[in-house]
């Protein structure tokens, strides 16, 4: 079992920054795809980025430009820094790791992904 919690989130105007975290626990190591997703209010849970074992990342078109994942690879931990946010950024975010069989690679589908943190809520104002 994975648990994934994660931090950072708020309210900003927009413009802004924000920078979530996402640490990982449980039987882990280094060597695993984390993702971030979001979710707004009578919208589907989109993934916004993917960052694989070897560090390859993948971003959503929608935030390309704007937003960065990383990872600390020693802390199990991925970062979401958000820059520029916009209105339509409003969501809740969610961290999320497929399990071990994936071997590091990051799956296509949210189906794929195993293990949720509980979500936090970010909000960008006008």
């Known amino acids: 079992q994975v648990q994934l919690v994660e931090s950072g989130g708020g309210s900003v105007e927009t413009g802004g920054s924000l920078r979530l975290s996402c640490v990982a626990s449980g039987n882990t190591n280094n060597r695993f795809c984390m993702a971030w997703f979001r979710q707004a209010p009578g919208k589907d849970r989109e993934e916004v980025a993917t960052?694989?074992?070897?560090?390859?990342?993948r971003h959503a078109e929608a935030v390309k430009g704007r937003f960065r994942i990383s990872r600390d690879g020693a802390e199990n931990t991925v970062y979401l820094q958000m820059d520029n946010l916009q209105l339509e950024d409003s969501a809740m975010y969610y961290c999320?790791?497929?399990?071990?069989?994936?071997?590091?690679?990051?799956?296509?589908?949210?189906?794929?992904?195993?293990?949720w943190g509980q979500g936090i809520q970010v909000t960008v104002s006008s």
């Open positions: 999320a790791a497929p399990t071990a069989e994936w071997a590091g690679r990051c799956p296509q589908f949210r189906s794929n992904y195993a293990y």
């Open positions: 960052i694989d074992a070897n560090r390859g990342t």
